[in-house]
Structure formats: C-alpha cells, structure tokens
T-cell receptor
Framework: EAQVTQNPRYLITVTGKKLTVTCSQNMNHEYMSWYRQDPGLGLRQIYYSMNVEVTDKGDVPEGYKVSRKEKRNFPLILESPSPNQTSLYFC???????????????FGPGTRLTVT | KQEVTQIPAALSVPEGENLVLNCSFTDSAIYNLQWFRQDPGKGLTSLLLIQSSQREQTSGRLNASLDKSSGRSTLYIAASQPGDSATYLCAPMEYGNKLVFGAGTILRVKS
C-alpha cells in the first residue's frame, strides 16, 4: 500500500530535550516536505526537499532541522524544543514532473507534539 | 505573498443537498491546485488535483473547477452524505512544490 508514515504519532516532551520525528514514504517520491498546523494559522510549510541531499527552508523553519540522506526518509529534528513548537506536524511527499505537470501530494497521518 | 481564502468558513446542510465550496487565491502564478479533506484529529486526504492548464476535474460525486486568471476554484459536492462531514482545504501549489493552505470550510451533513 502506497503511504507516508510518521513516528511517533503522539509525543509529550519537555523544553530543551532534543527529539526527532521520522517520516518515510514507499512511493519513490523525489519531493518531501514538513508542515505544521496550528489553530487560526492553518498549515504552514517548515522545510522541503527536492531530492536526496537537497533541502530548503519553508515559511517557518526557525527551531527545526531536516536531513535527506535517503530518498524514502525525511526526519524532522527539534534540537531544543520550546512550548511554541507545540503543534500538529504533517509530512508530505510527491513525485516531480515537468514544470506544468506536477503530481498530487500525499500526507502522513500527523504527529501531535506537546512541549511543556 | 500568496493568500488563500475559503468561503464559507462553516456549512451545515441536510443530507442530499448539492454543495458549493469556494476558494480564492491572490497570486495566479500557480502550478496546480489541490483539494483535501481533513477529519477531526486526522491527516489530510487528497480529493482532487487540478493542473494549471485544466479547467475542471471530477472524481465520483466531486467536481472541482479552476479559473487561474481570476484566482478562484470551486468544489462541488453532489448529493451530500453524512460521511462527507469534514473540513475541506484548498491549496494552490507555488514554486518549489509548496502548498499554500486556506483556513478550510467545516462541513456538517445532517442525516
């Protein structure tokens, strides 16, 4: 089954304790990205990756790091989490086509993070 | 900066009605537009993708139109059912494959 998986699905942690949220896709997609969803602010892009070893900042990258060492995995790293990073996080992936023909993006089930 | 507005913000209808959900965006330089549904506490499910060169896309009881030049997209839901109750999100795609999301329309279909 084609899917995007995220782990963990729920996480409660304390300020300053480094954590990693994993994302994996089995569709051989080049493109992967991370979004966060907050009430009243909607979904906002954190980081994205066009392919292995190619990553770039989205709209709200502060406090986050990513890496793309394998095509299927795109982990999100919070080196020193703070309460304002409490949010619902989504990973997404898609193939990359020609400029005018792009593919639909598939989203993972989400990771609900609480930082106290 | 792209801004996406969805109207109405919330909608409550009896089962069987045909529905229209509206989405407008400020920058017409988009590559495609995707409609999603999100159930409470769950992830996003892709409903339809319309390429920038297309005017319309259909899937079952869903039909989405795109008028790129005027910055508008509409999602039609025919013969609504209680199982259609969810939040519907519109997301035009910009350079870098970035989706820019609207706040969504919360739909409730009453049986």
């Amino acid at each position: 089954e084609a899917q995007v998986t995220q782990n963990p699905r729920y996480l409660i942690t304390v300020t300053g304790k480094k954590l990693t949220v994993t994302c994996s896709q089995n569709m051989n997609h080049e493109y992967m990205s991370w979004y966060r969803q907050d009430p009243g602010l909607g979904l906002r892009q954190i980081y994205y990756s066009m392919n292995v070893e190619v990553t770039d900042k989205g709209d709200v990258p502060e406090g986050y790091k990513v890496s793309r060492k394998e095509k299927r995995n795109f982990p999100l790293i919070l080196e020193s989490p703070s309460p304002n990073q409490t949010s619902l996080y989504f990973c997404a992936s898609s193939g990359l086509g020609r400029r005018e023909t792009t593919y639909e993006q598939y989203f993972g089930p989400g990771t609900r993070l609480t930082v106290t | 900066k792209q801004e996406v507005t969805q109207i109405p913000a919330a909608l409550s209808v009896p089962e069987g009605e045909n529905l229209v959900l509206n989405c407008s965006f400020t920058d017409s330089a988009i590559y495609n537009l995707q409609w999603f549904r999100q159930d409470p506490g769950k992830g996003l499910t892709s409903l339809l993708l319309i390429q920038s060169s297309q005017r319309e896309q259909t899937s079952g009881r869903l039909n989405a139109s795109l008028d790129k030049s005027s910055g508008r997209s509409t999602l039609y839901i025919a013969a609504s059912q209680p199982g259609d109750s969810a939040t519907y999100l519109c997301a035009p795609m910009e350079y870098g494959n970035k989706l820019v999301f609207g706040a969504g329309t919360i739909l409730r279909v009453k049986s």
